[in-house]
T-cell receptor, first 114, second 110 residues
Framework: DAMVIQNPRYQVTQFGKPVTLSCSQTLNHNVMYWYQQKSSQAPKLLFH???????NEADTPDNFQSRRPNTSFCFLDIRSPGLGDAAMYLCATSGGQGRTDTQYFGPGTRLTVL | EDQVTQSPEALRLQEGESSSLNCSYT??????LFWYRQDPGKGPEFLFTLYSAGEEKEKERLKATLTKKESFLHITAPKPEDSATYLCAVLNQAGTALIFGKGTTLSVSS
């Protein structure tokens, strides 16, 4: 089945130690998104790629960066994680034929910062 | 400012007891309204997209409807496996980010 895959599902890092989360998709969608979801809160968009064009939300901290080396993969880099960065990180994709606005989410990566 | 409000925050039902979840929105040009289901510790699972007032979509025990100001997610004869948080989100004409409500947490007991 076509899907959005995130690895790892759970990530533990130390305060200040860089971490990379990965997302891959078999949907062949041209848009990929990274959302942050803290406990009992709604998902919040960090940035998205429209093909290779990177778009940063205005309030996304500089500590967060992203790479999209090809259509299928997208990475979220957190350069110096703080305790406040502990959250679920969700990757989503949209695109394809017909109405293309629906975003499909992966299972998420739960990040713990010690 | 674009905004989505979901009610109630939490809903407890007995198995078979039908009910509705509400999503009211204010948005500068609706491009789409989306319903997702989210289980604890997992990503949102897509349920429905609605584009214009009067549109309805159905899937098993769920039916979503849309007016110019709100959307309803009707749950008919729910089962315990329908227990989850249901998220409503809108997309405006100018934006890319889904604007989410805080969700309704549904618990169905047998």
């Amino acid at each position: 089945d076509a899907m959005v895959i995130q690895n790892p599902r759970y990530q533990v890092t130390q305060f200040g130690k860089p971490v990379t989360l990965s997302c891959s998709q078999t949907l062949n969608h041209n848009v990929m998104y990274w959302y942050q979801q803290k406990s009992s809160q709604a998902p919040k968009l960090l940035f998205h790629y429209y093909d290779k064009d990177f778009n940063n939300e205005a309030d996304t901290p500089d500590n967060f960066q992203s790479r999209r080396p090809n259509t299928s993969f997208c990475f979220l880099d957190i350069r110096s994680p703080g305790l406040g960065d502990a959250a679920m990180y969700l990757c989503a994709t949209s695109g394809g034929q017909g109405r293309t606005d629906t975003q499909y989410f992966g299972p998420g990566t739960r990040l713990t910062v010690l | 400012e674009d905004q989505v409000t979901q009610s109630p925050e939490a809903l407890r039902l007995q198995e078979g007891e039908s009910s509705s979840l509400n999503c009211s929105y204010t948005v500068s040009g609706l491009r789409g309204l989306f319903w997702y289901r989210q289980d604890p510790g997992k990503g949102p699972e897509f349920l429905f997209t609605l584009y214009s007032a009067g549109e309805e979509k159905e899937k098993e025990r769920l039916k979503a409807t849309l007016t110019k100001k709100e959307s309803f997610l009707h749950i008919t004869a729910p089962k315990p496996e329908d227990s989850a948080t249901y998220l409503c989100a809108v997309l405006n004409q100018a934006g890319t980010a889904l604007i989410f409500g805080k969700g309704t947490t549904l618990s169905v007991s047998s």
